[in-house]
């Protein structure tokens, strides 16, 4: 059964790095676009950043282009976002997902869903 595990979440002040990770388990994914959401209490889910199935092409929302950098190993079947200079309004519970076609900002086109890990940023 296909899964996807993410890792890497935690507290950290304004201004703060936090590197997220998410494994791939039960298949491969490297034919996938793979992306990172995240949902806030009381929001929508929303996109952050997305992923081509070679890392050749990357997508960002405005509030994370500049800050973030998403990234990806087909060989270890691994997603990361490196997250830089983080506000209190990234904080959020973060989700990995993966599809099968090209990127989307939708979170409705996205297949597979990891659990999600918190990320909670002080003022």
């Known amino acids: 059964q296909a899964q996807l595990v993410e890792s890497g979440g935690g507290l950290v002040q304004t201004g703060g790095s936090l590197t997220l990770s998410c494994a791939a388990s039960?298949?491969?994914?490297?034919?996938?676009?793979k992306a990172w959401f995240r949902q806030a209490p009381g929001k929508e889910r929303e996109f952050v950043a997305a992923i081509s199935n070679d890392g050749g092409a990357t997508y960002y929302a405005d509030s994370s282009k500049g800050r973030f950098t998403i990234s990806r190993d087909n060989a270890k079947n691994t997603l990361s976002l490196q997250m830089n200079s983080l506000t209190p309004e990234d904080t959020a519970v973060y989700y990995c997902?993966?599809?099968?076609?090209?990127?989307?900002?939708?979170?409705?086109?996205?297949?597979?869903w990891g659990q999600g890990t918190q990320v909670t940023v002080s003022s």
């Open positions: 039960g298949r491969t994914f490297s034919s996938y676009t």
């Open positions: 997902a993966a599809r099968f076609g090209s990127a989307g900002s939708t979170p409705s086109l996205y297949n597979y």
